[in-house]
């Protein structure tokens, strides 16, 4: 019943910003790990940025300086902000959850993670 729903896709020029939100509904709705991933086409998904069992926050290398995540814990709302965006920032975002306890970089791993959104499209263009 757990159900995962991302949302503020679109599409910007380069150098822009975007603010993506995932709404969680259902039970659980508390978990011990949250974290975006993107999967442009013919790649592999990867991690973006996560938030560990005690609150660390992890962001990809490339992201980071560029990307910020958060979460509104009373509404179990998982937020990224997205600025200074590139043309191979341009993927299909996943927000996923998970009840393991995890650290650091773990918090980017997909295996990591039993529950996934359905994506919301970030299409940056030069």
């Known amino acids: 019943q757990v159900q995962l729903v991302e949302s503020g896709g679109g599409s910007v020029q380069s150098g822009g910003s975007l603010r993506l939100s995932c709404a969680v509904s259902g039970h659980p709705t508390n978990f011990y790990c949250m974290a975006w991933f993107r999967q442009a086409p013919g790649k592999e998904r990867e991690g973006v940025a996560g938030?560990?069992?005690?609150?660390?926050?992890t962001i990809a290398d490339s992201m980071k300086g560029r990307f910020t995540i958060s979460q509104d814990n009373a509404e179990n709302i998982l937020y990224l902000e997205m600025n200074s965006l590139k043309p191979e920032d341009t993927a299909l975002y996943y927000c996923?959850?998970?009840?393991?306890?995890?650290?650091?970089?773990?918090?980017?791993?997909?295996?990591?993670?039993?529950?996934w959104g359905r994506g919301t499209q970030v299409t940056v263009s030069s």
């Open positions: 996923a959850a998970s009840h393991l306890s995890m650290s650091g970089a773990s918090v980017l791993r997909r295996e990591m993670y039993g529950y």
């Open positions: 938030i560990a069992s005690d609150g660390t926050i």
